[in-house]
């Protein structure tokens, strides 16, 4: 929430809400002295974007209808779009007022009434979309309204404020009198997603163009560059009922701060610094059933924050790429005071997969008695959850951080923006067991060696101590090939070998 003492604050919002249902009482002499809104100056600049040429679609069965609800983004950049419809009554007709820079001057333009889509659904035919199919002809033409509170909402970059503002979804009641509907600056919000688009046909890649219809572009000056988008669309039908990857899409986790735009601090103070910390391997095992004839050494490992602040990093999209430059948010209890570069997140398009890894937060190897490296895992991506409390007693615990579990903000092939987070007294623990993440033993003479957990294994990341970023934890390798076997040492009296 912003600080209600600014002008973009709660107090200066419900005086633009007063404002825009003032404007009702007289409709048509509020149109006519706001005058064409092209006319007005500049505004927020809107555009329509697919970060990607392409993305799958997945059905169930071959005479599924094809959905089109995703792949493309409308942003908001220079200031907030806003817009605020109301009536008077439940006779009044609905009037659609566009706030202008509402975080400054706070101008306003009344939008004439066709734009306001039945039950109050948002903006009417904001889009045409056209789609061609695998042959070259047109399977979908029509035009489509556009919901500006889409559920689907991330940041775009970091001139905006933390968390976004506004309603998530155009949902309303017979007695709805207002609603708000908008996109906060630096943020982008999905522009199919109430749209509803379906059309019958056969596997293969579709071609889907989206393109803000004139009237929109007139009155929101947006852009001819910025007012359309194309995007493939490659349709497959799942041979077993299920797309490759079942989970449901998540957003990102959201903190309870905002703030406008962070500054860059290559020394942050040690106050607002995670302190990573590396806990020995566990859960080991021996698999010989993953890859014939091979034998893995499978394990847990686990990384926890012991504060005194969270440790979270956004990822914004390279225009075209499959990569995000990420950026370390530092904090002052709960609210972001700076933040800097902290490495990159990359697209993993595997099967069972399919999200975004973050690529410095953690490294395992095997190492023989001498300490010396024998075996890398090939984990080197990971996206950040609390999945296990380890310390809700340190200075800086979050008791409920609100989402447990993977289901963080690992995102999809379409994202343009990924928060993660692992809270202050919490650990993220991941389970090595497919080859190549886990250590392929087959070849290794028996005897003792040490799993290695280590955090931050790069050393760019900003935490408040090194010291105890890694953690060894011994095994001792028997048995032949096909039949080896491991034995763990308790640690600290903790057996959990």
Known sequence: MRDPTTLGGPVNRSRRILLSVLASFSFVAALVAAGPAHATPPGPQLRVFSPTSSINEYRYRAKQKISVDSGFWVSASDSTFE??????????????????DPDTSARQVVLPDKVIAPRWSGLRRFFTVTVTGPTGDTVY??????CPDSWNVQRLDASGPMNATFPQGCYTSPFTTGVVWGIDQGWAVGALDMSRIRFAGPDGTYSVHVQITPLYQRLFAIAPADASATLGLAVTTSPTGCPPFCAPATGATATTASS??????????????PDLVALPAWGMSIDEYSEPGRDFLDFGATVWDAGPAPMVVEGFRRTGTNIMDAWQTFYRGDKPVARAPVGTLVYDSDPGHEHWHFKQFAAYRLLGADKQQVVRSQKTGFCLAPTDAIDLTVQGAIWNPGALGLG?????????????????????????????????????????????????????IYERSSANDSRLRKVILGGVPGARTVTVPPWHGIDTG
Do not use: K, M
């Open 260 to 273: 406008s735009a962070l500054p860059t601090r290559t020394n942050p103070r040690p106050s607002t610094l």
């Open 408 to 460: 963080s903000a690992c995102g999809d092939a379409s994202a343009i923006w990924i928060r993660e987070s692992l809270p202050t007294g919490w650990g993220d623990t991941y389970f090595q067991g497919l080859p190549g993440q886990s250590f392929d033993v087959t070849d290794l003479p028996n005897g003792t060696y040490f799993i290695q957990v280590q955090a931050d294994p790069t050393g760019e």
């Open 141 to 146: 033409s029509g035009s489509v309204p556009f």
């Open 83 to 100: 817009v605020i419809a109301h009536r008077d009554s439940y006779t009044s007709p609905i009037v659609a007022t566009q706030i202008i």
